[in-house]
């Protein structure tokens, strides 16, 4: 099933739109861009806690329930942490893909402990 976001690259990825002029990304502010990388990693990584602190709960508010059915009516938001593109914005920022992930390995291992305890 395709998102919306990847219906709309599929239709105009490559279509020439007339009078769109388009700018090499060195004439960008490339800090922006960086700033905006790292806002979807760490979106991405609240997203993830999240739904970890949700998977652990039998009663969940309206508001939560809610939040959980948006973030998966297109997946699993997890799936992100293993995709490349996941790999290539944490390169362009410079962090390692692989520390973040054991990082959120321990602290899934942390909550089941809390949950066992």
């Known amino acids: 099933m395709a ?9 105009y990825s490559d279509v020439e ?31 993830y806690r999240f739904l970890q602190r949700m998977a652990g709960q039998e009663r969940k508010s309206r508001y939560d329930r809610k ?9 699993d938001p997890r799936e992100f942490f293993e995709s490349s593109w996941f790999e290539e914005v944490c390169n362009y920022v410079g962090v390692t893909p692989q520390l973040i992930r054991e990082n959120l390995e321990n602290e899934d291992a942390a909550l089941a402990r809390e949950l066992v305890a």
Not at 3 to 11: H, I, N, Y
Request: charged share 30%; proline share 2%; hydrophobic share 35%.
């Open 17 to 47: 739109i007339p009078g769109r002029v388009t700018e090499s990304i060195e004439q960008h502010d490339v800090e922006s861009c960086r700033q905006m990388y790292l806002s979807i990693i760490e979106l991405a990584v609240n997203d």
């Open 67 to 75: 939040k959980l059915r948006q973030m998966t009516e297109d997946g």
């Open 3 to 11: 998102t919306a976001t990847q219906e709309f690259f599929e239709l």
